[in-house]
């Protein structure tokens, strides 16, 4: 690729070791110093544009930081060095970042958090990073609309405690609230622990301030409960894994503040009658606030994690709740207990809030219960509810077949599992057969009639299962939007699908 009056940049990859030749030698890009015709000089010419648009801070060009922006939590995703990181604290920062990319023709990688789990973070070589984690200011929180508009970089828990201060609840809530930023949760329309009741975060997306490849700023959606004007772009961006813009500002939709739960768990002999339970909890209609899931693999790692006293005799346990209040949230968790029990359940009701909450720790922890156990690789499938119990099952033969632990866990309520296969990471053998296993989940979850990801994206660990989900006409699709908003192809390239 060239840019009329610019040094030639292609291949992009080339900037990283041409910049890092720049930055060894005597003469630093701050000088503005350009060679010009040669990749090492392209980069002192992009850098020089870039930081002089931009507070000297916000610009990370030091070697040994930029390793830090490489990746996010994912495994077996190959991650590039980044020739320079923006952190960004406003929108023009990010603007003017993505007009310089522009010009030069440098792709851009937008990160949040990085506590992603499917490499859509992961830089490339000779990219340019555009981080938002310092983006952390909430805008304003309106009651009276239900609403809150924040920046990207703000925590997931950090925002629930803001509203919650005000009489207000946010919704979704990954297990990883405490460290992941609404920016990542926007990027792959995240989940969590409340989805069977309250959804997932695109339920409470009203708008959105992105800023395109170009550099140009573009607002979505609206600040009313209601509005059907134009198409649904704000839609689109959810869960777009930065392939289309960097989003900057977000306006959510609120809750009133959640009543004090109440919380049950149950033990099964079985996970076929575990998956009975949910299956019939959903088809008479009850609706609890939270129900989760964990297969006898995750209670025992969880067990020793706590030092906790769950039953380990047991093939499942559900943990359920009703955030409703009073007697109707008794009520409900009883009618939820009934039908635990009928199915073979032994029932565990906790006796006040304290008890509650050592429950909800125990399925909170459950993924850093087995990171105890070894390495482990993530998986994220959602199937319909009526086939959980064909999931688990399936799960234990593969299991058994590669030689593996896989501990199974997830949101029962809405069909989304995380089978995390538990291997030793030193042991190339078993690496292959970890790796072997993660792609056969995923044919069971679509055998099944299931997604490939039900919250943590696609990025560069499903992408090779994209297409057999989607299909070639709705692929084709996908790029033809791509190619609308990013002509270039310079956001976050390589990530969801194949250009």
Not at 2 to 28: E, F, I, K
Not at 153 to 174: I, K
Not at 412 to 433: E, K, L, S, Y
Request: aromatic share 4%; proline share 5%.
């Amino acid at each position: 690729m060239s840019v009329p009056g610019r040094s030639v940049l292609s291949p992009a990859a080339n900037l990283a070791p041409a910049y890092a030749d720049v930055m060894s030698s005597d003469q630093g890009f701050d000088e503005g110093v350009v060679t010009g015709g040669t990749a090492a000089g392209a980069a002192v010419e992009f850098l020089a544009a870039l930081c002089a648009g931009l507070p000297a801070e916000a610009v990370v060009t030091d070697p040994d930081l930029v390793q830090a922006y490489r990746h996010d939590r994912a495994m077996f995703c190959p991650a590039g060095t980044p020739l320079a990181v923006v952190r960004a604290r406003q929108t023009t920062d990010v603007q003017h970042a993505m007009r310089v990319a522009a010009r030069f023709g440098v792709p851009v990688v937008p990160q949040g958090a990085r506590s992603g789990l499917s490499g859509a973070a992961n830089a490339t070589d000779g990219c340019l990073v555009v981080s938002t984690e310092a983006m952390t200011r909430i805008v304003a929180i309106e009651p009276a609309d239900r609403i809150v508009v924040t920046q990207p970089g703000v925590l997931n828990a950090d925002l629930s405690r803001a509203v919650a201060a005000q009489g207000m609840f946010y919704p979704p809530d990954p297990s990883s609230w405490e460290f992941c930023s609404i920016g990542g949760n926007l990027a792959t329309n995240s989940g969590g622990l409340c989805c069977v009741k309250y959804g997932v975060t695109t339920d409470y997306v009203l708008g959105l301030e992105v800023v395109l490849a170009s550099g140009e700023v573009m607002r979505t959606g609206r600040r009313t409960v209601k509005g059907v004007a134009g198409y649904d772009l704000t839609s689109l961006f959810v869960g777009s894994e930065g392939t289309l813009g960097v989003i900057t500002e977000a306006t959510l939709l609120l809750r009133p503040a959640a009543r004090q739960p109440v919380t049950a768990a149950a033990v099964f002999g079985s996970t076929r009658e575990a998956a009975a339970t949910v299956a019939e909890v959903v088809a008479t209609g009850l609706v609890p606030s939270l129900l989760e899931i964990m297969d006898a693999t995750c209670v025992r790692a969880t067990n020793a994690y706590l030092r906790s006293d769950l039953p380990e005799d047991c093939a499942a346990m559900l943990v359920w709740q009703s955030d409703s209040g009073g007697e109707v949230a008794r009520a409900e968790v009883q009618a939820v207990s009934q039908v635990a029990a009928r199915h073979g359940g032994e029932v565990i009701e906790a006796d006040d809030a304290a008890e509650g909450e050592l429950l909800l720790a125990a399925r909170r922890s459950v993924l850093m219960a087995l990171d105890e156990l070894g390495t482990t690789l993530i998986d994220d499938v959602c199937v319909p509810r009526s086939r959980l119990a064909d999931l688990f099952e399936g799960c234990e033969r593969l299991a058994q077949r590669h030689d593996l632990v896989i501990g199974v866990v997830g949101h029962a309520g809405d069909g989304n599992m995380h089978p995390t296969v538990v291997f030793d990471g030193q042991d190339p053998a078993a690496v292959a057969r970890a790796q072997a296993a993660f792609g056969e989940i995923m044919d069971l979850g679509l055998s099944l009639g299931g997604t490939i990801t039900g919250e943590h994206g696609v990025g560069i660990l499903k992408k090779q299962w994209l297409s057999r989900e989607v299909g070639p006409v709705s692929l084709a699709v996908h790029r033809a939007v791509k190619a609308a908003l990013d002509p270039q192809g310079l956001l976050n390239p390589g990530k969801v699908f194949d250009l």
